[in-house]
């Protein structure tokens, strides 16, 4: 296991007193605040605004600008009826086949499917043996999360935690990080079955959005679960809208300021294409397994 300063540091930091000043900076509408900080962010992770639908000065804080839309058709979407798509920008972590409930985190490392899941184990039954893809978004990429399958929203935890960095050093230095860290897991009604996709908090990232409900509540000290299914019905009476159905590519989610993407599928539902590796990069809409 790696250890080093970076990683004791994180372990002795105030990580969600950070994260709340880093937020409360990240939604200024100063202008010279937010101008200053998105020119600065630009310049040192030259960050890519031809493909940006706004200028530069044109965002209201820098979480607006984080968030960024990109300009129509600067992510193609590959055919849904073939293959499953990229849900985000970013680079592959680790990929591969949920064995006996595990997933694998780093070499040599790994955690159970039912902690990420915040202890779902009936869940995270349906997961195993199936196939897992860990996406990690750097500061520099495109920080919206979109559907890798149409589907339906079945249900949502919400699992308070950590908030440890989540770039490659610290997945290697740091046991279970991604089953330590706050997170929201979102489960979709898919024709290839259920379908996880867990947006994972890390340091300084202020918050978790969906499309469907805006903006999580973050650091919070307690799970909370929203059936979908059972909250439409208890709601009907109220005319309360029906659970989200999402088409492939179609965004779900954003975080405010960088993370990583967890998917889960059932086994036998679909298959990574062999030319995917860990460290490979990926952009939202691209292919990345085929249909079974």
């Known amino acids: ?24 900076l990240a ?10 900080l998105i020119r600065q962010f630009i310049s040192a992770y030259n960050v890519n605004m031809a493909e940006a639908a706004q200028g530069a000065s044109d965002y209201a804080s820098f979480n607006d600008f984080f968030t960024r839309a990109l300009k129509p058709g600067a992510r193609p979407i590959a055919d849904p009826q073939h293959s499953i798509v990229s849900p985000a920008d970013g680079a592959i972590s680790q ?3 949920i064995d006996n409930g595990r997933i694998v985190q780093a070499k040599g490392q790994s955690y159970s499917a039912a902690e990420l899941l915040g202890g779902d184990e009936a869940l995270a039954a349906r997961f195993d043996g199936g196939a897992f893809m860990t996406i990690y978004l750097s500061p520099s990429d495109y920080h919206r999360v979109h559907m890798p399958v149409g589907g339906t929203l079945a249900s949502t935890t919400y699992i308070p935690g950590a908030l440890f960095s989540v770039n490659q050093q610290t997945a290697a230095g740091v046991p279970r990080l991604f089953a330590r860290n706050e997170r929201l897991s979102c489960v979709f009604d898919t024709d290839l079955g259920s379908v996880a996709s867990v947006m994972v908090g890390a340091m300084i990232v202020a918050s978790i959005e969906t499309v469907w409900s805006g903006r999580v509540a973050a650091h919070g000290k307690h799970i909370i679960h929203t059936d979908f299914d059972a909250k439409s019905q208890r709601d009907s009476a109220l005319s ?7 088409a492939a590519g179609e965004e779900m989610g954003r975080f405010l300021l960088g993370s990583t993407v967890i998917l889960l599928f059932e086994p036998g539902r679909i298959e990574w294409l062999a030319e995917l590796a860990p460290t490979d990069k990926v952009r939202m809409g691209q292919a990345i397994a085929r249909r079974l």
């Open 95 to 97: 990929l591969g086949r």
């Open 240 to 246: 309360a809208e029906p659970a989200p159905m999402l």
């Open 27 to 36: 939604s200024s509408r100063t202008p010279w605040i937010k101008n200053r």
């Open 1 to 24: 296991m790696a250890t080093g300063p970076f990683i004791w540091l994180q372990h002795i930091a105030p990580q969600h007193a950070l994260s709340k000043l880093a937020g409360s």
